[in-house]
């Protein structure tokens, strides 16, 4: 009874923590950011630069920013994947594509930046860049005999409608409220004015929620503030307000969009204050991030009304569907990590990954390979490593591996692209992944950046190398 006490309760904290701390300023403006490029973004103007006769330098960084664009985990990404590589992608930008957008996409970037730090984040986004185009280019390499052979009859991707300057300017306006959301800048956090406002409740009511949900930095749980706690009856609130509001949308609007999108907003605005217990009540603070979250939403109104109805529309709805998708597999993985975090010894993880040696990052890769989680569920997995005494290393590796690998993936990409290219695609993943842990390792342990970039560089040369030796094997062997 003790076990399944404390097991609950810290799977409630881990939830707690979670939804009050990292959902509202970082995912919410970052669904609605996905939406408006899955809405308003037109597919041509996406994949057009793809083809086989663009350009390398200009089809690899076009299929890395796609897929940075798009929030999808591994198994999401394949009916896109499906889709330009039919329509006549080259199996090299198509499985940067593949690889880029689960591993560093907006949402897995946003997240990971407020959850482990900006410095998790810019690595996870310069990594996956690097090794994106690294493994889509050996894919080229090894299979352009059977690509252009696919490819000599297919369209090339021309033309096409592209995206609209309003569309341009409303998505800049919600990445800037995202960003006035997360970033941890002195202007941002500064305290403009604050005042009291007397609540005898206050202290008591703080004192039974540390109690409730107390802090526990070695497992990662932050602790429950009363702010915290109007924050989950105002998600709670949204949910309840969104099913019909937002959920049906594309059917016209009614009352409760209305309502709910004054809930998301009231609540954004709300969670970028200042709130702390005191003697007396409460003293709250109006900060920078205040003034700024407020003003961006009060722009992102006319800005909106420039766009017919049907666009705006279709893009609360997409918005919804990516909460719908995401958001509950979200809170069960949360909680998951917090029944996970009572069992797990940190001597564990600091005997197998508390260094960054090449067998703790393979550990990190095989983990997240054969325990994969949905997308975003990998970033408190990995907190919880983290706290539990992971190295950074290992750490990156098993990011890296978790968002691109997952059984059922890999049998999908089997049936697009075949068997043996998608097995060399997963060898390449997992390769490339430990090569990952190893270079932010090194990094993290002191080594100069200019000797990481060299040996990430001869990396990718042996491997080039190596791989254009067997080709040139197989051809005389052919022959």
């Given at each position: ?19 009050a ?13 996905a939406?408006?490029l899955?809405a ?6 996406v ?29 999401t990404v ?15 930008p ?32 310069v ?6 185009i ?12 059977d ?32 960003i006035?959301g ?5 202007f ?21 929620l540390?109690r ?29 307000t ?8 594309d ?6 969009t ?13 969670a ?8 007396e ?15 961006l939403l009060?722009?992102?109104v ?21 909460v719908?998708?995401i958001?509950?597999?979200?809170v ?5 990590v917090?029944?996970?975090?009572v ?12 260094s ?7 550990a ?18 990995a907190?919880?490593?983290?706290s ?15 968002p ?8 999908i990409t089997t ?8 097995w ?11 090569a990952s842990?190893?270079?932010y ?15 990430i ?9 190596a ?13």
């Amino acid at each position: 009874m003790e076990l399944l006490y404390a097991t609950l309760q810290s799977g409630l904290a881990s939830l707690a923590s979670y939804l009050a701390a990292h959902v509202l300023l970082c995912l919410v403006p970052a669904f609605f950011v996905a939406g408006a490029l899955s809405a308003l973004v037109p597919q041509q103007s996406v994949v057009r630069f793809l083809g086989p006769d663009a350009p390398k330098w200009v089809a690899y960084p076009a299929a890395a920013g796609a897929g940075s664009l798009l929030a999808v985990c591994s198994c999401t990404v394949q009916p896109l994947f499906a889709g330009i590589y039919s329509k006549g992608a080259g199996l090299g930008p198509g499985i940067t594509f593949l690889f880029f957008a689960p591993a560093a996409n907006i949402l897995a970037l946003s997240y990971t930046g407020v959850a482990l730090g900006a410095d998790f984040a810019i690595a996870r986004v310069v990594l996956s860049l690097c090794f994106g185009i690294g493994i889509g280019m050996i894919m080229a390499l090894l299979f352009h005999r059977d690509d252009a052979a696919r490819l000599a009859n297919a369209a090339a991707f021309t033309g096409g409608e592209g995206i609209s300057r309003r569309a341009v300017v409303f998505l800049i306006a919600l990445i800037a409220l995202l960003i006035a959301g997360t970033l941890k800048l002195d202007f941002l956090t500064a305290r403009l004015t604050t005042f009291d406002v007397t609540l005898p409740a206050a202290l008591p009511a703080q004192a039974l929620l540390d109690r409730l949900v107390p802090i526990d930095a070695i497992k990662g749980n932050e602790g429950l503030s009363l702010q915290g706690v109007v924050l989950i009856i105002m998600l709670a609130l949204i949910g309840a307000t969104g099913l019909r509001g937002l959920g049906k949308v594309d059917e016209g609007f009614n009352r409760l969009t209305k309502l709910c999108l004054g809930l998301i907003a009231a609540t954004l605005v709300f969670a970028a204050l200042g709130m702390q217990t005191s003697g007396e009540g409460l003293t709250i603070a109006i900060t920078g991030r205040t003034l700024a979250v407020a003003a961006l939403l009060a722009l992102l109104v006319p800005l909106a009304r420039r766009f017919d109805a049907w666009d705006i529309q279709q893009w609360l709805w997409e918005t919804w569907r990516f909460v719908r998708q995401i958001f509950p597999l979200l809170v069960i993985g949360v909680f998951l990590v917090g029944v996970i975090r009572v069992f797990i010894r940190p001597e564990w993880i600091q005997a197998v990954a508390g260094s960054n040696t090449l067998l703790g990052n393979l550990a990190g890769v095989v983990f997240g390979v054969f325990m994969y989680f949905p997308t975003l569920v990998e970033v408190p997995i990995a907190k919880m490593f983290l706290s539990l005494g992971m190295h950074p290393g290992p750490l990156i590796a098993y990011l890296m591996a978790d968002p691109e690998l997952s059984l059922q993936s890999i049998l999908i990409t089997t049936a697009i692209i075949g068997k043996l290219k998608t097995w060399t695609y997963v060898g390449l993943v997992a390769l490339f992944s430990t090569a990952s842990g190893l270079a932010y390792g090194a990094w993290v342990d002191g080594a100069a950046i200019a000797g990481i970039a060299l040996a990430i560089a001869a990396f990718i040369g042996v491997v080039v190398a190596a791989l254009h030796f067997v080709d040139r094997r197989h051809v005389r062997s052919a022959a």
